[in-house]
Nanobody
Framework: QAQVVESGGGLVQPGGSLRLSCTTS????????MAWYRQAPEQQRDLVAS???????TYTDSVKGRFTISRDNAKNTVYLQMSSLKPEDTAVYYC?????????WGQGTQVTVSS
C-alpha cells in the first residue's frame, strides 16, 4: 500500500530555517513527480514547489530564493529546505506524489514561524 509521510515541521523564529522531508513507500518513487503544498488556516491549499522525475523544479513566487526542493531517488525521499522563514510561511505543509496513473497525499506537517 502506498504511503507518503512528511516530517521535519515545527516552531521556528522568523529568519530561521527548517528542512522538511517526505518519504514514500509502496510506489516506484523515481517515476513520480513530487510537490510540496501548504495550507494556512481558512485558506486553500497552494502549491509551494515541485520537482519532476527529471529534476526540473518550479516554485511559487513568494518562496523563490528562500526555499529549495530536491529529491533523493535512492532514499525515496523529497526535501524542502526552507530558509529566511517569515510568519506568512506558517501553514500545514503537504507532500504530493503524482504519476500518470496514481497520486497520493501525505497527512501534512505543521510549520509555525513565530517569535
Amino acid at each position: 500500500q502506498a504511503q507518503v509521510v512528511e516530517s521535519g515541521g515545527g516552531l521556528v523564529q522568523p529568519g530561521g530555517s527548517l528542512r522538511l522531508s517526505c518519504t514514500t513507500s509502496g510506489i516506484t518513487f523515481s517515476r513520480y513527480d513530487m510537490a510540496w503544498y501548504r495550507q494556512a488556516p481558512e485558506q486553500q491549499r497552494d502549491l509551494v514547489a515541485s520537482i519532476t522525475t527529471g529534476g526540473t523544479t518550479t516554485y511559487t513566487d513568494s518562496v523563490k530564493g528562500r526555499f529549495t526542493i530536491s529529491r533523493d531517488n535512492a532514499k525515496n525521499t523529497v526535501y524542502l529546505q526552507m530558509s529566511s522563514l517569515k510568519p506568512e510561511d506558517t501553514a500545514v505543509y503537504y507532500c504530493y506524489a503524482r504519476s500518470s496513473l496514481f497520486s497520493k497525499w501525505g497527512q501534512g506537517t505543521q510549520v509555525t514561524v513565530s517569535s
